[in-house]
């Protein structure tokens, strides 16, 4: 059984009647937002918007209905559309498969508290495979193929157990103590082109490899639990510099394609920053550390890394001029370096200064619009060719999900929601989809100005992105405000036709046309305006 969770349809707000005798039959109307496009001027190449499948997909994907597992991969990937023309999912154009360190074969005496949150790995300790390993999530990985979602990334959060220092798959808690048993550092290694080359056999190739998570993290048991809570493992950027050449020679010498992208720092400043509290562990300064000709980590020269950081919006959304702040301070320093950045990893986490709280599970707008509000500033300030979320499943009271999980309306990582039961797709899932939907692999962002401020408060907030060929133009207006009137001027040619797309209260990306120079943009709303030169 699935639930949208939306109520009826609302009649279209602020529609202008006109007597026959030309009197006019609406109330007072707010100044438009003028929007002016400036396709000249160029910013990012849009790569892809994405989400990962960690953990609940090793269960959805082998223990839920076909129904129900077939209506989520259609709410993540689904490039279709109803016979109204609305759209039947969010289009992701990435998915992020975990690379499972075995946590899951070693039960309780992993030493991590929930199943929910270990994960199997497909080499026996023996050095043998078994493929069938991860079967719910790679149920997943081929649901993405079949709906032609572009691009495939493996990441890993631990090497698996028996590469591991310790033999486990989190790590002694010390911060910089990267969990690796350094003979067998070439093992691990042969581990992960292996597991790319089985993908790609599969006919799903693994377009990217991420071979650390959150590095600037100790990944220990914390003061006073007795077990960790996920697989993990700090590094430093030598660590990463290290594996990552041994990476790119394997994947040479095999000739394979993927490439390697570097980072997931845990926040953004790690990137771009010295001089933080990561210092003296050697974790901070990321770009310069590895993309900086003479530094002794230095791999921007080998043939399957990507120029490119990927980090983590995680604790810089909060207050506003932080949000600001840090990213602006990372895209000057991205340009600088002639480096591009890749936002892969968020949700809401923590109290975020207040304004919002990652506890407690939010199906509806007011999260949906703080998100809509980080992808947009990710974009259009720190300039971000990626934009990827954490969880695509979740069974927890948690503001971590674009799809949740409940069985007899109860959640919760326990054994009753591991054997199937409801999915429910939230405002955030529908909110990513008006930017992952719409703008597309190889769009460009363009310049826009606007009659009013970007308070990133209570102002609309508007993005605008090209097509490769230049037909399309595609706009997104975020609007934590009241109900306004959007008037659009720039667009690069006559548009044949123009639709809109709206996420609200009552609409999930409802598909709307409008003619007349005012377009009305509902209170609380994401609307992604799509103008083409040619009809489609």
């Known amino acids: 059984m699935f639930k949208t969770r939306t109520t009826a349809i609302a009649a279209l707000l602020l529609q202008v009647a006109v007597s026959q005798s030309g009197q006019a039959q609406r109330p007072a109307l707010p100044t438009p937002l003028v929007v002016t496009l400036q396709p000249q001027q160029t910013y990012q190449t849009i790569h892809s918007f994405g989400a990962s499948d960690c953990w609940s997909a090793q269960f959805v994907g082998t223990k839920y209905s076909l129904a129900n597992r077939e209506q989520i991969a259609d709410w993540l990937f689904s490039l279709d559309t109803d016979a109204a023309g609305n759209p039947k999912g969010i289009g992701l154009s990435m998915w992020r498969f975990n690379i499972g360190a075995g946590s899951t074969e070693q039960g309780d005496s992993s030493g991590i508290r929930s199943p929910w949150r270990r994960s199997e790995c497909f080499q026996r300790p023996d050095g043998t495979y078994d493929w069938s390993k991860?079967?719910?999530?790679?149920?997943?990985?081929?649901?993405?193929?079949?709906?032609?979602?572009?691009?495939?990334?493996?990441?890993?959060?631990?090497?698996?157990?028996?590469?591991?220092?310790?033999?486990?798959?989190?790590?002694?808690?010390?911060?910089?103590?990267?969990?690796?048993?350094?003979?067998?550092?070439?093992?691990?290694?042969?581990?992960?082109?292996?597991?790319?080359?089985?993908?790609?056999?599969?006919?799903?190739?693994m377009h990217y490899l991420s071979p650390f998570n959150e590095p600037q993290w100790d990944w220990g048991i914390k003061k006073g639990e007795t077990m960790a809570t996920q697989e993990g493992t700090p590094a430093t950027n030598a660590d990463m510099a290290e594996l990552t050449r041994s990476l790119s020679h394997e994947l040479s010498a095999r000739n394979l394609t993927t490439q390697l992208v570097l980072g997931e720092a845990g926040q953004l400043n790690y990137l771009s920053q010295g001089g933080t509290n990561r210092s003296k562990t050697g974790q901070d300064n990321v770009i310069d550390a590895l993309f900086t000709p003479g530094s002794p980590d230095y791999i921007g020269n080998?043939?399957?890394?990507?120029?490119?950081?990927?980090?983590?919006?995680?604790?810089?959304?909060?207050?506003?001029?932080?949000?600001?702040?840090?990213?602006?301070?990372?895209g000057d320093k991205l340009k600088l370096a002639g480096v591009g950045f890749w936002q892969s990893e968020y949700c809401v986490l923590g109290d975020n200064d207040g304004e919002i709280n990652g506890g407690g599970r939010d199906l509806g707008m007011k999260t949906a619009l703080y998100v809509a509000k980080v992808v947009h500033t990710d974009l259009t300030l720190a300039n971000a060719a990626s934009w990827q979320w954490w969880l695509a499943l979740s069974a927890n009271n948690y503001k971590d999900g674009l799809i949740y999980l409940e069985k007899n309306g109860k959640m919760g990582e326990n054994e009753q929601n591991q054997s199937g039961g409801d999915a429910l797709a939230s405002k955030t899932l529908w909110a990513l989809g008006n930017f992952a939907r719409f703008v597309?692999?190889?769009?460009?962002?363009?310049?826009?100005?606007?009659?009013?401020?970007?308070?990133?408060?209570?102002?609309?907030?508007?993005?605008?992105?090209?097509?490769?060929?230049?037909?399309?133009?595609?706009?997104?207006?975020?609007?934590?405000?009241?109900?306004?009137?959007?008037?659009?001027?720039?667009?690069?040619?006559?548009?044949?036709?123009?639709?809109?797309?709206?996420?609200?209260?009552?609409?999930?990306?409802?598909?709307?046309?409008?003619?007349?120079?005012?377009?009305?943009i509902r209170a609380q709303s994401i609307t992604t305006m799509v103008f083409s030169s040619q009809k489609p």
């Not at 149920?139 to 032609?148: D, L, P, Q, S």
């Not at 220092?165 to 992960?192: H, I, M, P, W």
């Not at 983590?312 to 949000?323: A, D």
């Not at 609007?479 to 044949?496: A, M, S």
Request: net charge positive.
């Open 134 to 205: 991860q079967a719910g999530q790679q149920w997943f990985v081929e649901a993405a193929h079949r709906r032609k979602v572009p691009y495939l990334l493996g990441f890993t959060n631990s090497p698996p157990v028996q590469f591991t220092a310790n033999g486990k798959a989190y790590a002694s808690g010390k911060l910089g103590d990267y969990n690796v048993n350094r003979q067998r550092l070439g093992e691990y290694t042969r581990f992960l082109a292996d597991v790319v080359q089985y993908f790609d056999r599969k006919g799903w190739p």
């Open 302 to 330: 080998l043939p399957h890394v990507e120029r490119l950081v990927s980090g983590h919006s995680y604790f810089t959304t909060s207050p506003i001029r932080l949000l600001r702040s840090t990213r602006q301070q990372l």
């Open 440 to 520: 597309r692999p190889g769009m460009v962002r363009i310049g826009t100005q606007s009659n009013q401020s970007d308070t990133l408060i209570t102002s609309p907030l508007v993005s605008a992105y090209r097509s490769i060929d230049g037909h399309q133009v595609i706009l997104v207006v975020v609007n934590p405000g009241g109900d306004t009137l959007l008037q659009v001027e720039g667009v690069p040619f006559r548009p044949k036709s123009m639709d809109i797309y709206e996420t609200s209260a009552t609409e999930n990306l409802k598909k709307r046309t409008a003619s007349g120079r005012q377009l009305p």
